[in-house]
């Protein structure tokens, strides 16, 4: 599946691959987020115009490929940092800023060294406070070794999560409503203590 949405994604003539990937997110986080805030899609610059005719259909197939490899992970009981994997596939991080996302396996691991499981027993309960959260592997690390200890995170986990990059915050929102994780997401600066707007997952 994965091979089908990068040739949804490049198969467009109305813009490059990089504007293409992102605004098939902003416009799917637009949608999903309608019922809290409808002017969503202005806020993330998101301009529709520029599609025309097929080249809309093609961001739609795409993003249901998206849905279909979370999913196909979700029935294996993994949460898998599926849109920071395309981000990386597409090679879009060689155009900006130098980012790199932490890789699944990583991500797997630090949560397995750091969560507070002592926490979680006494309260039932475990919050989690991301400052720099990128497309979120680090969240989902945790979700997965949540999930090898007998918990549920979709019950008990409460994430707070911060990005100045709102691209960041667009995918960690997607990927933390679709595997169904309750989420409050920043786009701010954590080291400034600047908050600019809040996006709330509807779980």
């Avoid at 009981?77 to 395309?86: A, K, T």
Wanted: aromatic share 10%; proline share 2%; hydrophobic share 40%.
């Amino acid at each position: 599946m994965e091979k089908e949405c990068l040739k949804e994604l490049k198969a467009g003539q109305s813009a490059d691959t990089y504007t293409a990937f992102f605004d098939m997110l902003y416009m799917a986080m637009s949608e999903i987020n309608y019922w809290q805030d409808k002017n969503t899609a202005s806020y993330l610059g998101l301009n529709t115009a520029r599609y025309q005719g097929k080249d809309k259909e093609h961001l739609s197939n795409a993003f249901a490929y998206v849905m279909m490899m979370m999913e196909e992970h979700a029935n294996k009981r993994n949460f898998y940092d599926v849109l920071g994997r395309l981000f990386h596939v597409l090679e879009l991080h060689n155009q900006d800023r130098g980012q790199f996302f932490t890789p699944q396996h990583l991500a797997d691991l630090l949560a397995s060294l750091g969560a507070d499981i002592e926490t979680l027993k006494e309260r039932n309960v475990l919050t989690v406070c991301e400052p720099a959260v990128g497309a979120g592997a680090n969240v989902l690390g945790l979700c997965n070794y949540l999930m090898k200890l007998g918990y549920n995170p979709q019950q008990v986990l409460r994430v707070e999560a911060c990005d100045v990059d709102i691209r960041c915050v667009t995918m960690c929102y997607l990927q933390m409503t679709l595997y169904g994780i309750p989420a409050k997401i920043i786009h701010g600066d954590t080291l400034r203590m600047v908050e600019n707007k809040t996006f709330y997952t509807p779980w």
